[in-house]
């Protein structure tokens, strides 16, 4: 692998009930899993980790902000968005479990260049400045990062993709398919800001592709 992560140290860890029960662990299995190689001391990390509790509608970071976040989901949803000729489009959601944020603007130290927004009440762990020096002052931290801030960008860039090239009903049966569970709990008004169109398109939308099912 690229990159080295204590998976024994880990694993000993969660098996105290201190440990277990902790709000960062689910982090650490994130990594665990999608960066086995990767070496990070959890009782290190630790301290450079800020939790956030945001209150439905609550911006966490907007474009030129300076200072954009990175973050994790612990609980609640977020959507990440752009204004293109003065509309809001939403290019993404995330939920329990998954990384999100600015990561170029975050590596590189510039503005952000969207925004992001808690449509439900939102817990997240949030790295900043300092989380950046630590990473990269590790081994193969800077690949680390770079190699998390690339995958980031691609599935941004297959979003946007998707946004100009897909039709609102593909990349409706494209979440169907996929995160049907994420569709139970978005208001109607924000998947549709997703989709392309209006709530009473997808009204529609949604009751066609309901009686193509049962027929």
Same mark, same amino acid.
């Given at each position: 692998?690229?990159?080295?992560? +204590?998976?024994?140290?880990?694993?000993?860890?969660?098996?105290? +009930?201190?440990?277990?029960?902790?709000? &960062? !662990?689910?982090?650490?299995?994130?990594?665990?899993?999608?960066?086995?190689?990767?070496?990070?001391? +959890?009782?290190?990390?630790?301290? &450079?980790?800020? @939790?956030?509790?945001?209150?439905?509608? %609550?911006?966490?970071?907007?474009?030129?902000? /300076?200072? +954009?976040?990175?973050?994790?989901?612990?609980?609640?949803?977020?959507?990440?968005?752009?204004?293109?000729?003065?509309? !809001?489009?939403?290019?993404?959601?995330?939920?329990?479990?998954?990384?999100?944020?600015?990561?170029?603007?975050?590596?590189?130290?510039? #503005?952000?260049?969207?925004?992001?927004?808690?449509?439900? #009440?939102?817990?997240?762990?949030?790295?900043?400045?300092?989380?950046?020096?630590?990473? %990269?002052?590790? #081994?193969?931290?800077?690949?680390?990062?770079?190699?998390?801030?690339?995958?980031?960008?691609?599935?941004?860039?297959?979003?946007?993709?998707?946004?100009?090239?897909?039709? #609102?009903?593909?990349?409706?049966?494209?979440?169907? /398919? @996929? !995160?049907?569970?994420?569709?139970?709990?978005?208001?109607? &008004?924000?998947?549709?800001?997703?989709?392309?169109?209006?709530?009473?398109?997808?009204?529609?939308?949604?009751?066609?592709?309901?009686?193509?099912?049962?027929?």
């Amino acid at each position: 692998g690229q990159f080295s992560f +204590p998976c024994r140290k880990l694993a000993d860890q969660s098996r105290s +009930p201190a440990v277990a029960t902790t709000m &960062y !662990e689910p982090f650490y299995r994130y990594l665990l899993q999608n960066f086995p190689d990767f070496q990070l001391d +959890p009782t290190i990390f630790n301290r &450079y980790l800020e @939790t956030k509790v945001l209150s439905k509608g %609550e911006i966490l970071f907007q474009v030129d902000d /300076a200072s +954009p976040s990175v973050g994790f989901i612990l609980q609640g949803c977020v959507r990440i968005f752009i204004f293109n000729q003065d509309r !809001e489009r939403t290019i993404s959601f995330h939920t329990e479990h998954d990384s999100f944020g600015d990561f170029r603007s975050f590596l590189k130290q510039q #503005p952000a260049t969207f925004n992001c927004e808690a449509i439900e #009440p939102t817990k997240a762990l949030i790295l900043h400045r300092d989380a950046l020096s630590f990473l %990269e002052s590790l #081994p193969n931290g800077n690949q680390f990062l770079r190699f998390h801030a690339e995958s980031f960008a691609a599935k941004m860039q297959d979003k946007l993709v998707s946004l100009f090239l897909d039709t #609102p009903e593909e990349r409706y049966r494209h979440l169907l /398919a @996929t !995160e049907a569970d994420l569709l139970a709990r978005l208001p109607n &008004y924000h998947l549709a800001n997703y989709l392309g169109i209006q709530p009473e398109s997808l009204s529609r939308l949604k009751r066609r592709l309901y009686h193509q099912h049962i027929s």
